[in-house]
T-cell receptor
Framework: NAGVTQTPKFQVLKTGQSMTLQCAQDMNHNSMYWYRQDPGMGLRLIYYSASEGTTDKGEVPNGYNVSRLNKREFSLRLESAAPSQTSVYFC??????????FGPGTRLTVL | GENVEQHPSTLSVQEGDSAVIKCTYSDSASNYFPWYKQELGKRPQLIIDIRSNVGEKKDQRIAVTLNKTAKHFSLHITETQPEDSAVYFCAASNVNAGNMLTFGGGTRLMVKP
């Protein structure tokens, strides 16, 4: 039981490049989330998916898209990366009314 | 939307002393209040949570209290140890409307041996 996994662990992009962050969970959770954490700050919700086939915007969705590929996987895409998107990205999952479990994070730097 | 304020931003205590971190929230519909501990370079990990139908919850050296009327909740750590040093985050959500957590800004706790 791996819990929540994320790939890659680290990534450096140039402004304007695109990339997809991958997240998977093996806990049969319905809900999945993407957060970003900037230095010295709390986590802010980018997008979430309450169930397979549904996605909704969170607090800071601009510049991102998501795909809930199936119940296990929830990806986050940056179409045209900007320096303001330099951050640590955490994926999380839960059963919708219970403890949210976080992945190990992806540290993204946009030059 | 929900707004969560957390104080203090840094807290330094002597080993064995108690530490208290306080949070306030704005949305009266919030009914789930977890606390996460994050060590440097690691993922946030849940240490304790409380729901709006109780006023206090304890787990060994950790306790959380909730005052729904005043919309604030607090984390209490007793007999602090150096391994308690980390950043602590409070959060709030309404589980009846999707469990989207709104986080406070974090408290860096330093426990001096």
């Amino acid at each position: 039981n791996a819990g929540v996994t994320q790939t890659p662990k680290f990534q450096v992009l140039k402004t304007g490049q695109s990339m997809t962050l991958q997240c998977a969970q093996d806990m049969n959770h319905n809900s999945m989330y993407w957060y970003r954490q900037d230095p010295g700050m709390g986590l802010r919700l980018i997008y979430y998916s309450a169930s397979e086939g549904t996605t909704d915007k969170g607090e800071v969705p601009n510049g991102y898209n998501v795909s809930r590929l199936n119940k296990r996987e929830f990806s986050l895409r940056l179409e045209s990366a900007a320096p303001s998107q330099t951050s640590v990205y955490f994926c999380a999952s839960d059963r919708s009314t219970d403890t949210q479990y976080f992945g190990p994070g992806t540290r993204l730097t946009v030059l | 939307g929900e707004n969560v304020e957390q104080h203090p931003s840094t807290l330094s205590v002597q080993e064995g002393d108690s530490a208290v971190i306080k949070c306030t929230y704005s949305d009266s519909a919030s009914n789930y209040f977890p606390w996460y501990k994050q060590e440097l370079g690691k993922r946030p990990q849940l240490i304790i949570d409380i729901r709006s139908n109780v006023g206090e919850k304890k787990d060994q050296r950790i306790a959380v209290t909730l005052n729904k009327t005043a919309k604030h909740f607090s984390l209490h750590i007793t007999e602090t140890q150096p391994e308690d040093s980390a950043v602590y985050f409070c959060a709030a959500s309404n589980v009846n409307a999707g469990n989207m957590l709104t986080f406070g800004g974090g408290t860096r706790l330093m426990v001096k041996p």
